[in-house]
């Protein structure tokens, strides 16, 4: 791969709510949804913090690292950015988009979108499923903004005419090939969530014959089907739910050390500097949205008790396993101070 033909996202440059639109030139599904939409894109996705983003693929809607997105052109992405007077609307967006987290691909929905026809319902509930400009589209007509009048017939072309945003320019940068190894060369531990996250989805579905979209609906189903509470916490317990965070540690242990493993790592970096900005930018992020889902189960839990008069062992579990995570960040937050302060 020629390090002076691909292209990679500056994350410094990028915010929470940007709407990112994208093609690719190599793929033959791209390139006939852009001739047949008449665009320049063919899929969207949503910043939601630093350095990550949201989006509906084809193995659903999930999270990703927005460091590896690799474009081969600039004039591959359009980024856009809600114009000022609607930006407060932003926080509440992203918690709608992330409330979608685990939803499958409706790839008989996006078919229908284009061809504009009515067989949709003998096959896909639309409810059910998204697709990548639905999900956007839909998000915002929850907070009262409207890209097009039916989400279920937006493409990513109106999303990228859409007079709701404006433009964000010069933020591309060509990859290093450190970026390129990366991207190339590591495994993509989103990959394995989203692998994770429809395992435990399937087998939530069929131990309640309910039909269950997504992790919030699981986390809200509990507060009135106590019964399923022990389950529950065994399934995500049982089918991996905790190996994102253990890959974590695995590959950057040395955040959560001790200052002294974690000072010795930073100081081998050519960029020490960066490296310490690029981390402290990661964890004050990750720090308030673990510290958001901490409270979020806490709350979540003092009802359950309220109305069983006695706490859940499902909610006990998310509640322990997020205060462990935000604990993981704060001590990466405390080996950062700890280093700028010696420096």
């Known amino acids: ?75 591959s992405v359009k980024v856009l950015r809600l114009k000022q007077e609607y930006q407060t609307i932003i926080p509440k967006l992203c918690e709608y988009l992330k409330s979608e987290v685990g ?23 639309p409810s059910d499923i998204q697709f990548c400009s639905k999900l956007i589209a839909e998000c915002f007509e929850k907070c009262n903004l409207k890209i097009v009048d039916n989400p279920k017939e937006c493409f990513p072309r109106h999303i990228a005419e859409s ?54 609906e699981a986390e809200i189903f509990i507060l009135n089907n106590p019964e399923f509470d022990l389950a529950f916490k065994e399934i995500y317990e049982n089918n991996g739910y905790k190996d994102i965070h253990k890959i974590e540690l695995q590959r950057n242990g040395y955040r959560y050390s001790t200052y002294e493993i974690f000072k010795k790592h930073i100081n081998m970096s050519t ?31 003092n009802e359950f008790i309220n109305k069983n008069n006695r706490p859940s062992v499902f909610y006990e579990y998310l509640i322990s396993f997020y205060s462990d995570m935000l604990k993981c960040q704060e001590k990466l937050r405390q080996n950062i101070l700890e280093y700028k302060k010696q420096a």
């Open 103 to 125: 939803k499958v691909y409706g790839t008989i929905s996006a078919l229908n979108a284009w061809l504009k026809m009515d067989f949709i319902s003998r096959f896909e509930n």
């Open 163 to 216: 007079k709701l945003f404006l433009e964000v320019l010069n933020v591309l940068k060509k990859c290093n090939n450190k970026e390129i190894d990366f991207i190339k060369n590591t495994e993509n531990p989103q990959v394995l969530q989203a692998e994770i996250f429809t395992k435990i989805l399937t087998k939530i579905k069929d131990k309640t014959n309910v039909n269950i979209l997504t992790f919030s």
């Open 271 to 301: 960029e020490p500097s960066r490296q310490l900005d690029y981390l402290q930018k990661i964890a004050d992020s990750l720090i308030t949205e673990r510290f958001n889902q901490v409270n979020q189960y806490v709350s979540i839990q």
């Open 1 to 75: 791969m020629n390090n002076f033909n691909y292209y990679v996202l500056d994350v410094d440059k990028l915010e929470k709510g940007d709407v990112i639109c994208t093609t690719s030139k190599k793929s033959f599904i791209s390139g006939a949804i852009r001739i047949g939409t008449k665009s320049n894109y063919s899929h969207v996705l949503m910043v939601y913090g630093y350095g990550a983003f949201i989006h509906a693929d084809s193995m659903g809607v999930y999270s990703h690292n927005i460091q590896r997105l690799i474009f081969r052109s600039v004039d």
